[in-house]
Each structure stands twice: as C-alpha cells, then as structure tokens.
T-cell receptor, first 114, second 114 residues
Framework: AAGVIQSPRHLIKEKRETATLKCYPI?????VYWYQQGPGQDPQFLIS???????DKGSIPDRFSAQQFSDYHSELNMSSLELGDSALYFC?????????????FGPGTRLTVT | AQTVTQSQPEMSVQEAETVTLSCTYD???????LFWYKQPPSRQMILVIR??????QNATENRFSVNFQKAAKSFSLKISDSQLGDTAMYFC???????????FGKGTRLHILP
C-alpha cells in the first residue's frame, strides 16, 4: 500500500539559509499535518491543512510557512534557519474530518543546520 | 489542555519476558483516541495500537495489548513474549477531535536484552 512520502530524507543547511520540505500524502487523503521532533524529544505539532486550507497551528515559528497544493501535497518552508531548527520533521496524512484520528506518518526529513 | 505523561524514561527486560509501559493522560473531553507509537532506531513512527475512548474493551494486536482505565485516565501497554526487535522508543499519544492533532508523551526507551 502507498504510504506518505517525504522529500528529501536528509537535508543539511547552514545558518540563515532556507529549506523546503515536501510531503506527499497517501492517495485520497486530504489532510496533512507537520510535526517537529528535536533530538531526544517527543514530536510537536506545527501546522495542519484540510482541503488546502490551514486548519490548525501549533508552535510554529514565524520564520516557517507552509501550504497545501491542489494535488494535496504540502510544503514546509523554513527561512533564516537556526541551529535549533535541527530536527526530524514528520508529515502525516489522514482522510478528511471523519477519521482524522487515523494519521499515517511519513519517514521524516532529518534537517541538520550547521 | 490535554497532557500525556509517561513516568518511565527507560526500561530494560530480558527477551521473552512481559513488560508493561505506563501512561496517564488528562483531558476534559469525552471523544478521544489513545495510541502507542513505536520509534525504532530508524526513527520511523510506527503505530502499535489504538484505543477508542468510548470502547470499554481493551485493544489487542498480537503480542501487544493495552489496559485502558478511563476513570483513572490510565493507558498502559503490555508487550508479551518480548523480542529483540521490540527495542525502541515508545510514545503514548492522544488525539481529541476538538484539537485534531496528536499530542505525544515524552516517551519510554525500551531495551530488550538477549
């Protein structure tokens, strides 16, 4: 079965650079969530989209922005990167508002800021 | 606010033994789901088991079972006949419809010893 695809899997950036993370949800899934997991930490919710509209926002820095496109894939844009942004970024997808508890996680993008 | 607490940062058991991981949560909601996720060294987030709050029967998935005590807001995971491949970080997690995001506990690092 198709799973959530994230690209790239690994990314190395320098401070103050920009990074773009991409997420391709499971086919027919219309809801996407982004989570950030720092080293030794639990995942923290960043932002979510339902039907291409932002549906909820967590502790996402103003330097980060995200959107969901017409094909339901999502991109997380991160600017002015800081060392503290080094983390594993998960994308998860679900099917609509009916079963949004059933979130399927991608493999994550490991971002390292040097 | 919803919170999830895992009081055991780390545990070790011998292969083939049974181990129980503890989790408590706090919410004023009635419609919610509880999860246990496994995160092996690959850091993939893998759903182990899910429990719907309105179901009294404890969920089971092969060697994995939960003890769901709704009144006590307790949700423990029992792993029977533990295997070396069970070595991982285990996160207790919570989803409530009103927030539509998964909230994770701090995790329990489980080591299965040969």
């Amino acid at each position: 079965a198709a799973g959530v695809i994230q690209s790239p899997r690994h990314l190395i950036k320098e401070k103050r650079e920009t990074a773009t993370l991409k997420c391709y949800p499971i086919p027919r899934h219309d809801t996407v969530y982004w989570y950030q997991q720092g080293p030794g930490q639990d995942p923290q919710f960043l932002i979510s989209f339902y039907e291409k509209m932002q549906s909820d926002k967590g502790s996402i820095p103003d330097r980060f922005s995200a959107q969901q496109f017409s094909d339901y894939h999502s991109e997380l844009n991160m600017s002015s990167l800081e060392l503290g942004d080094s983390a594993l970024y998960f994308c998860a997808s679900s099917l609509g508002q009916v079963s949004s508890y059933e979130q399927y996680f991608g493999p994550g993008t490991r971002l390292t800021v040097t | 606010a919803q919170t999830v607490t895992q009081s055991q940062p780390e545990m070790s058991v011998q292969e083939a033994e049974t181990v129980t991981l503890s989790c408590t949560y706090d919410t004023s909601e009635n419609n919610y789901y509880l999860f246990w996720y496994k995160q092996p060294p690959s850091r993939q987030m893998i759903l182990v088991i899910r429990q719907e709050a309105y179901k009294q029967q404890n969920a089971t998935e092969n060697r994995f079972s939960v003890n769901f005590q709704k009144a006590a807001k307790s949700f423990s995971l029992k792993i029977s006949d533990s295997q070396l491949g069970d070595t991982a970080m285990y996160f207790c997690a919570f989803w409530v419809r009103r927030d539509d995001k998964i909230i994770f506990g701090k995790g329990t690092r489980l080591h299965i010893l040969p």
